[in-house]
């Protein structure tokens, strides 16, 4: 098992696995507990089942092409994204950050690499804070604005509104305990801005997307691996469906956000490890470098593109008990179509 794997395994319990998740391990950006998305990748069950069994399934190495679908657009290049999550003050010993920054995401996280950790977002959809302060939290105010926040032995998480009505979630963890947690969230909670924090820009771009695919956000993990996602969904909040309880007994909504179908185009320098031939079915070159499809169908990798590894996902719908469902019949040459229209501007 790589240490890719590993890592994310070790980290799915806290972070909801999508196209972000089987790509990086740890996600990029903060699709915290208490969301409930309509859609998501067919997720890392699948992915570590084909790495522990190490199945390779060779069909083919010729140059791939797939028609263009009917409806088609051609995408705008894509366009530097404005971060605006700025922090005024953060604890000592936090790694190196990644960040998501767009019109649907903007978060931070500073993933554990045997410190503390910190994932921060602010909410984009519209969500209003909890109608009632959550059982288990407590009320606590952030700046004059009421929030709450609940501890536990390793962890501590605050909610609490900007401003802008924006609410903010964060979860910090790692210290050296309960009282220190907690005094060390409230105040990284208190110097949390809305104000311009630089901007994101992927250093590739698509010239094809399916209809309807508007730019959700523009990733960064360290500086060797950048994400664009793309959805075709409104982005808001369209129900809920009650609470949920981690596994340290922290009580959360469960909200459902309209992401529609989601798309994600990646590329990494930094392979370590990973051997795409011993995860994933060898389908052929797609611009000129191997290909291979991967997590029930709906990621695609192209290895050597640019000096380092290319990735098409799509997230998945689910059905109602929260299981991926299959990938639908035609994915596939999609995924191949907008590999192949992916250009490097530089």
């Known amino acids: 098992m790589t240490a890719r794997l590993t890592r994310a395994l070790a980290e799915g319990e806290r972070y909801t696995p999508d196209a972000d998740a089987v790509l990086a391990g740890v996600r990029a950006g903060i699709a915290r507990a208490r969301r409930r998305r309509r859609y998501?990748?067919?997720g890392l069950a699948a992915f570590t089942v084909l790495a522990l069994s190490g199945t390779a399934v060779v069909v083919g190495r010729s140059e791939l092409s797939s028609p263009r679908p009917a409806g088609s657009a051609t995408p705008p290049a894509v366009p530097a994204q404005e971060c605006r999550l700025s922090f005024g003050w953060l604890p000592e010993g936090l790694a190196e950050p990644s960040r998501n920054c767009g019109p649907r995401r903007q978060s931070v996280l500073y993933p554990i690499t045997g410190g503390p950790y910190l994932a921060v977002s602010i909410d984009q959809s519209g969500w209003q804070g909890p109608a009632k302060i959550t059982p288990g939290?407590?009320?606590?105010?952030v700046n004059g604005r009421t929030g709450q926040i609940v501890t536990r032995r390793t962890r501590a998480f605050v909610q609490f509104p900007l401003p802008s009505g924006h609410w903010v979630d964060?979860?910090?963890?790692g210290g050296k305990g309960a009282p220190e947690l907690e005094a060390t969230a409230r105040r990284i909670a208190e110097h949390i801005s809305e104000t311009p924090a630089g901007s994101l820009t992927a250093p590739f771009t698509p010239t094809y997307l399916p209809a309807g695919q508007r730019l959700a956000f523009v990733g960064q993990r360290r500086g060797s691996e950048f994400n664009v996602a793309y959805q075709d969904g409104s982005g808001r909040i369209i129900g809920s469906s009650g609470?949920?309880?981690?596994?340290d007994g922290v009580i959360v909504d469960e909200i459902e956000i309209d992401s529609g179908t989601e798309y994600h185009i990646s590329w990494r320098s930094d392979?370590?490890?990973d051997d795409p031939t011993a995860l994933g079915e060898r389908i052929g070159n797609i611009q000129g470098h191997p290909a291979y499809l991967l997590n029930g169908g709906s990621l695609?990798?192209?290895?050597g593109f640019h000096g380092g590894e290319l990735?098409?996902?799509?997230?998945?719908?689910?059905?109602?008990r929260g299981r991926p469902r299959s990938a639908p019949a035609g994915l596939t040459s999609v995924l191949i179509r907008i590999a192949e229209g992916v250009r490097w501007p530089g």
Do not use: H, R
């Open 271 to 273: 392979l370590g490890n």
């Open 170 to 173: 964060i979860e910090y963890g």
């Open 300 to 303: 695609l990798t192209i290895e």
């Open 311 to 320: 990735s098409v996902a799509a997230n998945l719908p689910i059905d109602e």
């Open 40 to 42: 998501t990748a067919a």
């Open 137 to 141: 939290w407590k009320p606590t105010t």
């Open 243 to 247: 609470t949920a309880t981690t596994q």
